[in-house]
Structure formats: structure tokens, C-alpha cells
């Protein structure tokens, strides 16, 4: 099993910035591309960013594409996400989670271990 904690959201201004973390423990964590997704009640889950092992690939979704930032710490177990000029249309939860494999994967459907979230709003 792999146990995944997300921490750092908040309430931000429009136009401010945050940095998410995300904890892994258990088995196999470097091995496997990590991505990050959003929710929204009543809409589902939404494709935001994903690395490969190795950091050798990143996706990101258009909506944030220059704006936020995926990183991995393979040293560490950890993945962030670094939120810049975030706007009130990206308030939503945030999931961590762990690849089936060491890709980049832009497919919810595909990944095997999630997070339970962390809350981020951005309003002024």
C-alpha cells in the first residue's frame, strides 16, 4: 500500500500563489509517475499536472500551463505543486496521486493511490 497526505492549500488571493505537498509513504513511490488532480462538488475529478520517474517528462493541463509548476523529491517522497497568479476559477480540492506507471498520465482512470485532499480557495 501506499499512503498519500496532501498538505499547504488555503485561502489565497486571486492573483497570489501557493505550494501543495505531497507526502508518500509505504511501497514504491520513486518508480512511478505522480500527478495532481482537482475536484469541484458535483463535477469530476480534473486532470491538473503529472511527472514521470525520473522528472524526466511533465504534463499539465491548458488551464494552468505556465502558471503552475510539478516537481518531485524522490529523496524525499515528496511531490509538490508549485500555484502562481491563481484565479478564483482554480478553487477546488486537490489530489495527490500515484501512477500504475513510471509515465507521465493525464488519466484519472489510471492512477491507484489518492490523497484525500487538500482545499484551495482563491477569493478575495
Known sequence: ???????????????????LSCAA?????????????????GKERQFVASISWGSNSRNYADSVEGRFTISRDDAKNMVYLQMSDLKPEDTAVYYCARAETALAITTASRYDFWGQGTQVTVSS
Not at 509513504?25 to 462538488?41: A, E, K, L, T
Open 1 to 19: 500500500q501506499v499512503q498519500l497526505t496532501e498538505s499547504g492549500g488555503g485561502l489565497v488571493q486571486p492573483g497570489g500563489s501557493l505550494r
Open 25 to 41: 509513504s509505504g511501497r514504491s513511490f520513486s518508480r512511478y509517475g505522480m500527478g495532481w488532480f482537482r475536484q469541484i462538488p
